[in-house]
């Protein structure tokens, strides 16, 4: 039997030529079986950003100040889509392909695995979730006073989000189900306390700050400003993982690599290292089509769309119910909603309040541990031939070892936590201004692989090549003024 061909990508190995699997009928239940990747990251998504960043934004600025969630939203919605691009006619998922760049995977894999922990590995969620936690469980906002009290319930949340992620068949597909539940619980949550609690006016006044383009508050805050552009809509990982969930969903030739499984109750399977990529035929490319028009359902119609309800609802509420200028609390930054539905609804209102931020942000931490676990274990089995023999090809084996990793980086948060003292919204501040590195990075990396790897007949189309590149300004400059801002004081 002759050897299929292979393809030359950059400075990995060689892909092989192969078939691009049927795409599913175009019936709505067929769809709906494949749809879901942007439901995981729509899940996280609505967390840090909408629920805390979002709402201590237009608290402080009004909500003109939300056309940054518009543009960021926006151009995450195009680098979301060119992302899979790459990734249905590679099965590679996105930072993979980025081994590919020069000089290669041994300065792109360690870059890469360091930036990845930076960004999203700390635990930052969790102790947000904890400060809810905690003011449910003292009947009070939590203070300096009880900080220890937050960071040791932050610690056991992360534990316990830790090992959920561990369970299921495949990965993948338990968290998507998760995710789905979580979405339609907190998107209704939060229409239902809007309805009770947003005046006509203040909606309208909240809808069009979306669409404000270029007020900035003099005197405003860039690491608060540089946070919203990072977080609205995903960021960072969170967009960057659609790509491994495409892969292990089995999208284009996602199908012909292999997905990553559960510890617990998963069975072995073996996971390329190395992508596939499919011949360019009259019957491949009309299978491809097939397969966008999937990718744009999927991204436009769950993501986007959900992310801009997402922000909307959050910030709304607290335009309504936050006098303008309010200083949110540090330790109890979660239950900030609380004390003003309190007022409205009394115990009542601070209960649902609570809950809702608690399930926010549970869920939040809960997309964002699988998304650093999926992308240190992809990167790892791609760039490290060692890494896959000592696991003798079997990729679960590693993804133990990762989650490993995470518990042992959870602890260590803890520890620096204890040491200096940080409040759990600097950590969102940090990973969501990190995050603005990480989707500019990748942006520019999703330029040059779509327009320069791929065939002519599926390449990425100039006028998405040129939106990326203001994405790729866009986010540059907040990661610059907001690091301005952090060392030396510079402000608007």
């Known amino acids: 039997m002759s050897e299929k061909p292979k393809l030359k990508l950059g400075h990995g190995p060689e892909l092989e030529v192969n078939e691009l699997p049927p795409p599913p009928p175009m019936s709505l239940s067929s769809i709906l079986r494949f749809i ?31 056309w940054i969630a518009t543009a960021s939203i926006l151009l995450q919605t195009i680098l979301n889509l060119e992302m899979v691009r790459y990734t249905m006619y590679t099965g590679e998922p996105i ?34 979730c904890a400060t809810a936690v905690a003011a449910a469980m003292l009947g009070k906002i939590p203070g300096a006073a009880e900080s220890l009290y937050v960071m040791i319930t932050g610690v056991v949340l992360a534990l316990i989000i830790v090992a959920l992620v561990s369970v299921g068949g495949v990965v993948e597909k338990a968290l998507e189900i998760v995710q789905w539940i979580m979405i339609f619980a907190i998107i209704g949550t939060l229409v239902v306390l809007c309805i009770a609690a947003v005046p006509g006016s203040v909606a309208a006044e909240t809808f069009a700050g979306f669409f404000t383009f270029g ?20 960021g960072g990982l969170n967009n960057t993982t659609v790509s491994n969930y495409y892969r292990d969903k089995g999208i284009g030739m996602g199908a012909k690599v292999g997905a990553i499984p559960s510890l617990i109750k998963g069975k072995k399977v073996t996971v390329s290292p190395v992508g596939k990529v499919f011949r360019i035929d009259p019957e491949n ?31 709304a509420l607290a335009t309504a119910l936050i006098p303008r200028g309010t200083k949110l609390p540090t330790w109890g930054i979660a239950a900030y909603q609380g004390e003003y539905f309190s007022k409205l609804w009394g115990p009542i209102g601070w209960v649902v309040a609570l809950l809702a931020g608690i ?30 023999n000592w696991c003798r090809g079997e990729i679960k084996k590693l993804y133990y070892t990762v989650l490993a990793f995470i518990v042992a980086w959870i602890i260590f948060a803890f520890a620096l936590n204890y040491v200096f003292g940080i409040v ?10 990190i995050s603005n590195i990480v989707l ?4 520019a990396a999703t330029i040059y692989m779509g327009r320069k790897w791929l065939p002519r007949e599926i390449r990425m189309p100039m006028w998405s090549a040129v939106i990326l590149a203001i994405g790729v300004i866009f986010w540059l400059t907040f990661a610059i003024l907001s690091t301005l801002a952090t060392f030396f004081g510079v402000t608007i």
């Open 36 to 66: 879901g990747p942007s439901a995981i990251v729509l899940g996280v998504a609505i967390g840090s950003g909408e629920w805390l960043i979002g709402p201590s934004n237009v608290v402080l600025y009004g909500p003109q100040i939300l």
């Open 95 to 128: 930072f993979n392909g980025m081994l590919r760049l020069w000089p290669g995977p041994r300065f792109w894999g360690p870059f890469l695995v360091v930036l990845s922990i930076l960004e999203r590995a700390w635990p930052a969620w969790a102790f947000t």
């Open 215 to 234: 007020y900035l508050p003099k005197g405003a805050t860039l690491v608060l400003l540089g946070a919203l552009a990072g977080y609205a809509g995903a």
């Open 285 to 315: 490319l009309k299978r491809w089509k097939a397969w966008r028009t999937i990718a744009w359902i999927d991204i436009v119609g769950i993501f986007t769309t959900g992310a801009f309800i997402g922000m909307y609802l959050p910030t």
């Open 359 to 388: 399930w926010i942000l549970f869920s939040t931490q809960l997309g964002s541990t699988d998304m650093i676990t999926r992308t240190l274990v992809d990167l790892v089995w791609q760039a490290s031939e060692k890494v896959r």
């Open 424 to 433: 759990p919204f600097a950590w969102i501040l940090m990973v969501a201004n």
């Open 440 to 443: 500019a990075l990748v942006a």
